[in-house]
């Protein structure tokens, strides 16, 4: 069933884990469907874990009031039960020409095989995480939109710095728009200071730290991390809180061990930075750092570092004592002099 971009299907069937991209979508058809001063009247919102079937389904079949469109939205659609659900598929058999339900979920849940149904009337759109060139392109055509052109290594250094969460990735690239000013070409270097605060450059720079046994720098920059329980970046004015970080810093610091690891190797064998960056696939800005980063680890310290970061992993997992304490103990374990030899 094909209709013009502008039209409004009566179903849709929205899921995925990409949470920027399906709120995105669902703000695209509610600004289609109905106007500010018509949602008042039109506008309903459910959850598939709280509301009845009957319920959403006599609010879909409700005539909208001073409107063309009813919009009912129904969140957490993977939570309903065999009841709803078949409440609801029965209604999309012969839906409301004059509402739009939305059913969103992360995932399809028990809609797996009704898809074709839905189809028959509406649509069904899967918004999964966006990697590498999908990543990338999304950028570029993000900030196309607001009237700039990236370059291509600004887009590999807001990837690696700030990783794939499209919310703070947008707010990154608002914030280069309004450091250019009349600019046209947002460059590496307009916005290589805006993203400090990242979760992965403050890894970058807790680990610099262990490789100049730097112990009181360390500790501070774990101590920030500990502490900020919050995405850096804001969504509608609200830090969303991210729960105890000590699983993925730990995470990512072993990661960040592998790689200078890696490049360290490659180095030594005579490997050109530009191939290295080839055959890891990744930017030639991130490949430089790291490869001045691992001229402060020798081999032993980077395989005691991994060490370390797997026990401390099982000691946090065995609830071994707090996870603050713990990791704590990590990293001056890794900034002892004991431990972290001059390469």
Known sequence: MKKADTEIYPVYLLYGTEEFLLEEEIQRLLDRALSQKERGLNLHLFRGDEHSGQEIVQTAQTLPMFS???FVLVRDADQVDTEKRDALLNYIQN???TTCLVLCAPTLGPWKGHQSLIEKVGKVAEYSRLKAKALVSWMRHRMEVKGKRLTEEGADYLMEMVGDNLYALENALEKACLTVGEKRTVELSDIE?????V???TVFELTDAIGQQNVEKALTILGKVMDLRAVPFKKEGEAPKMGDPSSLLLSMMARQYRMIWEVKERVARQCDLTEISRMLKM?????RNVADQSRRFSE??????LLKCHQTDLALKRGRGPKELL???????LCCPGGQKKP
């Open 300 to 305: 032993s310290s980077l395989r005691e570092g």
């Open 68 to 70: 063309p469109f009813r």
């Open 199 to 201: 979760k992965v450059s």
């Open 283 to 287: 930017s030639p800005w991130v490949i």
């Open 193 to 197: 200071g805006i993203v400090a605060d």
């Open 95 to 97: 839906p409301s020409a």
């Open 327 to 333: 990791m704590e103990k990590l990293v001056i374990d």
